[in-house]
Nanobody, 116 residues
Framework: QVQLVESGGGLVQPGGSLRLSCTVS????????MGWYRQAPGKERELVAS????????DYVDSVKGRFTISRNNAVNTVYLQMNSLKHEDTAVYFC?????????WGQGTLVTVSS
């Protein structure tokens, strides 16, 4: 069974930065477009960023454009999310999965808390 392992979350002050990582245990990683999703307390899970299979194309939800950058390294089956200028409203559990359809079972996610 494919496993998604997210890491890099933590507590950060507003305006701070974090870099999330997600390692995917499949040899087919390089063929999959990937996305970073997040779920805030009491809200639905939402897609925040996506990247195509070779990293040449990315897309972002409007609320994170200019602040977040998604990237990937197919040699190590890992997708990253660099988050800068963090805001209180970015507080959520962050997950990765394939995009546009989440094929794999969700991992445990990594909690990002933006608070002063």
């Amino acid at each position: 069974q494919v496993q998604l392992v997210e890491s890099g979350g933590g507590l950060v002050q507003p305006g701070g930065s974090l870099r999330l990582s997600c390692t995917v245990s499949t040899t087919y990683f390089r063929f999959n477009a990937m996305g970073w999703y997040r779920q805030a307390p009491g809200k639905e899970r939402e897609l925040v960023a996506s990247i195509n299979n070779d990293g040449g194309s990315t897309d972002y939800v409007d609320s994170v454009k200019g602040r977040f950058t998604i990237s990937r390294n197919n040699a190590v089956n890992t997708v990253y999310l660099q988050m800068n200028s963090l805001k209180h409203e970015d507080t959520a559990v962050y997950f990765c999965n394939t995009h546009p359809h989440a094929f794999y079972a969700w991992g445990q996610g990594t909690l990002v808390t933006v608070s002063s």
